[in-house]
């Protein structure tokens, strides 16, 4: 089910660990994935889906997920088994540049 | 969104991990969460509106910043080398709050708690169930100002700001857990705080360093195996310095990274640097507290670039601050907002989610389309190289004429004789303003006024000749750095 949403917005996988903080959207709904199973609102409760095995990709706390246009953007705040996909859009880690340390 | 998250991550991907030593004590990020949920349920309840912190840099002062966050309220670090009426007067603008100091007289509405008894508080537990608040555009720190040209302004930092800059320039646990950083900027300065989110994120153990002073900075260094470092450039001076006085290169195996930013760095500082640091990378970082710190930054492979070329343009790079962040939009216009190409100078404006750009009370500083006007004077190369060029305010006004002391302070600067200068404007009759200098002369060496005169004379207009000149023992900064370029002119003007 596609979703408008908007940054700041925490949402947590249905089927795994992962949890995620979006950064970024385009001002359209999505729908929001991880391991197959739509995303969960902070205070909404699973259904009972599982883990996609085609989808158990995995994500990474600390990377930031995108699409290769850059309209939106995800923090993955606790990583997990799942893969995060959103309906329509190729997503994969941003790739940034290193930057030095300035602090 | 909310800073305590950053803590959050680090905790739980890395419980056992050092975050932070100060002497003697150290605390885990699994402490460091405990200590912050425990200093929230401390502030929530005083029903404090504001979380203050008015002592040296120690544990608490991290504690504190991330308890606020959870507690929802601002943290607001205080600058404990004012005046007892300075800082009466500052906290009179934060009640009510509950505020970590030792032995200070309070104002109604303020709870003071010592640091060592908050720390304990803080550490017994607590705020177990609290979940960080998320509303939007939420304050997460008010800094004040220095001051320097007028009473302190209260400089708002919203969550999305830092987050926006932490996020963009962070790598998640992109520390090895052998590395260190060492933090000596004080925790009112915006690098201060941007120390303690940008280790905790990186995952990258910081060892605190109250009182500068060259030789224990070494030492620190040496012994806590440290390998980042940030300086102000009066800190990074005396260190050279001292090396200096001792003749021998720095020998800190484990120093991989110096940066540097907060004042304008000397050249003939960052080249003797370079050569006593051999193997360190150096970054110059230019930001503003109101940018939520960083905004350009040189990176080590400028610095070598520089240093290594005869090309003029290439070599002046030394004195530039570098290039914007790929997240930062930077420009320059003309005192109409007209927007200028390179080379050209006019003043800074720049632009990015972490720019907050805004004070208590007189609102939001960026225009219509979101651009920040920094009051930085500069201009950019070919390649987007910045070069500042002081502050919009220290330009001096000769008969209608715009003259920015940086060039003339330049010129000065390259007498032999000259150890460092400043170029004010001094009050004349005929023009309005005129060009003053403040010269501290190099150790043994001597020069005549006119000798100093003739030399600017010779290189730029005659109205950038220094009417007067006086010769100085050392010129007036304060402790992070910044020249006091008010206490000159005062002394001109007197």
Same mark, same amino acid.
């Not at chain 2, 739980?12 to 425990?38: C, Q």
């Not at chain 2, 502050?391 to 150890?419: F, K, M, Q, Y």
């Given at each position: 089910?596609?979703?408008?949403?908007?940054?700041?917005?925490?949402?947590?996988?249905?089927?795994?660990?992962?949890?995620?903080?979006?950064?970024?959207?385009?001002?359209?709904?999505?729908?929001?994935?991880?391991?197959?199973?739509?995303?969960?609102?902070?205070?909404?409760?699973?259904?009972?889906?599982?883990?996609?095995?085609?989808?158990?990709?995995?994500?990474?706390?600390?990377?930031?997920?995108?699409?290769?246009?850059?309209?939106?953007?995800?923090?993955?705040?606790?990583?997990?088994?799942?893969?995060?996909?959103?309906?329509?859009?190729?997503?994969?880690?941003?790739?940034?540049?290193?930057?030095?340390?300035?602090? | 969104?909310?800073?305590?998250?950053?803590?959050?991550?680090?905790?739980?991907?890395?419980?056992?991990?050092?975050?932070?030593?100060?002497?003697?004590?150290?605390?885990?990020?699994?402490?460091?969460?405990?200590?912050?949920?425990?200093?929230?349920?401390?502030?929530?309840?005083?029903?404090?509106?504001?979380?203050?912190?008015?002592?040296?840099?120690?544990?608490?002062?991290?504690?504190?910043?991330?308890?606020?966050?959870?507690?929802?309220?601002?943290?607001?670090?205080?600058?404990?080398?004012?005046?007892?009426?300075?800082?009466?007067?500052?906290?009179?603008?934060?009640?009510?709050?509950?505020?970590?100091?030792?032995?200070?007289?309070?104002?109604? !509405?303020?709870?003071?708690?010592?640091?060592? @008894?908050?720390? =304990?508080? $803080?550490?017994? +537990? /607590?705020?177990?169930? &609290?979940?960080?608040?998320?509303?939007?555009?939420?304050?997460?720190?008010?800094?004040?100002?220095?001051?320097?040209?007028?009473?302190?302004?209260?400089?708002?930092?919203?969550?999305?700001?830092?987050?926006?800059?932490?996020?963009?320039?962070?790598?998640?646990?992109?520390?090895?857990?052998?590395?260190?950083?060492?933090?000596?900027?004080?925790?009112?300065?915006?690098?201060?705080?941007?120390?303690?989110?940008?280790?905790?994120?990186?995952?990258?153990?910081?060892?605190?360093?109250?009182?500068?002073?060259?030789?224990?900075?070494?030492?620190?260094?040496?012994?806590?195996?440290?390998?980042?470092?940030?300086?102000?450039?009066?800190?990074?001076?005396?260190?050279?310095?001292?090396?200096?006085? !001792?003749?021998?290169?720095?020998?800190?195996? @484990?120093?991989? =990274?110096? $940066?540097?930013? +907060? /004042?304008?760095?000397? &050249?003939?500082?960052?080249?003797?640097?370079?050569?006593?640091?051999?193997?360190?990378?150096?970054?110059?970082?230019?930001?503003?507290?109101?940018?939520?710190?960083?905004?350009?930054?040189?990176?080590?492979?400028?610095?070598?670039?520089?240093?290594?070329?005869?090309?003029?343009?290439?070599?002046?790079?030394?004195?530039?601050?570098?290039?914007?962040?790929?997240?930062?939009?930077?420009?320059?216009?003309?005192?109409?907002?007209?927007?200028?190409?390179?080379?050209?100078?006019?003043?800074?404006?720049?632009?990015?989610?972490?720019?907050?750009?805004?004070?208590?009370?007189?609102?939001?500083?960026?225009?219509?389309?979101?651009?920040?006007?920094?009051?930085?004077?500069?201009?950019?190369?070919?390649?987007?190289?910045?070069?500042?060029?002081?502050?919009?305010?220290?330009?001096?006004?000769? +008969? /209608?004429?715009?003259?920015?002391?940086?060039?003339?302070?330049?010129?000065?600067?390259?007498?032999?004789?000259?150890?460092?200068?400043?170029?004010?404007?001094?009050?004349?009759?005929?023009?309005?303003?005129?060009?003053?200098?403040?010269?501290?002369?190099?150790?043994?060496?001597?020069?005549?006024?006119?000798?100093?005169?003739?030399?600017?004379?010779?290189?730029?207009?005659?109205?950038?000749?220094?009417?007067?000149?006086?010769?100085?023992?050392?010129?007036?900064?304060?402790?992070?750095?910044?020249?006091?370029?008010?206490?000159?002119?005062?002394?001109?003007?007197?």
């Amino acid at each position: 089910m596609a979703t408008q949403y908007k940054a700041g917005v925490k949402l947590k996988s249905a089927v795994c660990d992962t949890q995620i903080m979006v950064l970024r959207v385009p001002a359209e709904p999505l729908d929001i994935r991880i391991g197959g199973a739509p995303a969960l609102a902070g205070d909404e409760a699973g259904t009972g889906a599982a883990l996609d095995p085609a989808l158990a990709g995995g994500s990474l706390t600390g990377k930031r997920y995108t699409d290769a246009q850059e309209t939106m953007e995800f923090l993955c705040t606790k990583g997990g088994e799942g893969t995060i996909t959103v309906a329509g859009y190729d997503i994969g880690i941003k790739q940034a540049k290193a930057l030095p340390s300035s602090d | 969104m909310n800073i305590f998250m950053l803590l959050e991550m680090a905790a739980d991907a890395m419980p056992d991990r050092i975050a932070i030593t100060s002497g003697d004590e150290s605390l885990t990020y699994g402490d460091l969460l405990v200590a912050a949920r425990g200093a929230a349920a401390l502030a929530i309840e005083h029903g404090a509106s504001r979380l203050a912190y008015l002592d040296v840099n120690g544990l608490a002062a991290p504690v504190a910043l991330f308890g606020a966050a959870l507690a929802g309220i601002p943290y607001v670090p205080i600058n404990y080398r004012l005046t007892a009426p300075e800082i009466a007067a500052l906290l009179e603008r934060v009640t009510p709050a509950l505020l970590v100091c030792d032995g200070q007289s309070v104002p109604n !509405g303020i709870v003071a708690i010592a640091p060592a @008894a908050f720390l =304990a508080r $803080a550490r017994a +537990g /607590g705020g177990e169930d &609290l979940i960080a608040p998320d509303e939007d555009r939420g304050i997460a720190v008010e800094l004040f100002t220095s001051g320097t040209t007028g009473v302190p302004k209260a400089a708002i930092l919203r969550h999305d700001n830092l987050l926006a800059y932490i996020l963009g320039t962070v790598e998640f646990m992109g520390a090895d857990e052998g590395d260190a950083a060492i933090v000596t900027v004080p925790p009112y300065h915006i690098a201060g705080i941007s120390a303690v989110l940008s280790s905790v994120y990186a995952g990258r153990r910081m060892v605190q360093l109250p009182n500068f002073d060259p030789a224990a900075w070494l030492d620190l260094v040496r012994r806590h195996g440290i390998s980042n470092a940030f300086l102000v450039p009066t800190m990074l001076q005396r260190i050279v310095e001292h090396l200096d006085a !001792g003749a021998r290169v720095a020998d800190l195996p @484990a120093l991989r =990274a110096l $940066a540097y930013g +907060g /004042g304008k760095m000397p &050249l003939p500082v960052i080249e003797k640097a370079m050569a006593q640091f051999p193997g360190v990378d150096f970054t110059n970082a230019y930001g503003l507290t109101e940018t939520s710190s960083t905004i350009c930054l040189l990176d080590p492979e400028s610095h070598r670039a520089a240093m290594a070329s005869d090309d003029p343009a290439v070599r002046r790079r030394l004195g530039s601050v570098g290039r914007p962040l790929p997240t930062i939009e930077l420009v320059i216009r003309d005192e109409d907002g007209r927007e200028l190409g390179p080379g050209e100078a006019g003043l800074v404006f720049v632009r990015g989610d972490q720019v907050a750009g805004e004070y208590h009370g007189l609102g939001s500083q960026t225009d219509r389309d979101g651009w920040f006007p920094t009051r930085d004077r500069g201009w950019v190369d070919d390649e987007g190289y910045l070069f500042l060029d002081g502050r919009a305010d220290d330009v001096i006004v000769r +008969g /209608g004429e715009n003259i920015s002391p940086g060039e003339i302070e330049d010129v000065l600067s390259s007498h032999p004789a000259v150890s460092e200068c400043a170029v004010v404007a001094v009050p004349d009759a005929e023009w309005g303003e005129g060009v003053g200098a403040a010269v501290v002369l190099a150790v043994g060496q001597a020069v005549e006024a006119g000798e100093l005169q003739a030399l600017v004379r010779g290189r730029l207009r005659s109205s950038r000749v220094p009417q007067a000149i006086r010769f100085v023992d050392a010129l007036p900064y304060n402790e992070t750095g910044k020249l006091l370029r008010r206490v000159i002119r005062e002394e001109f003007a007197a």
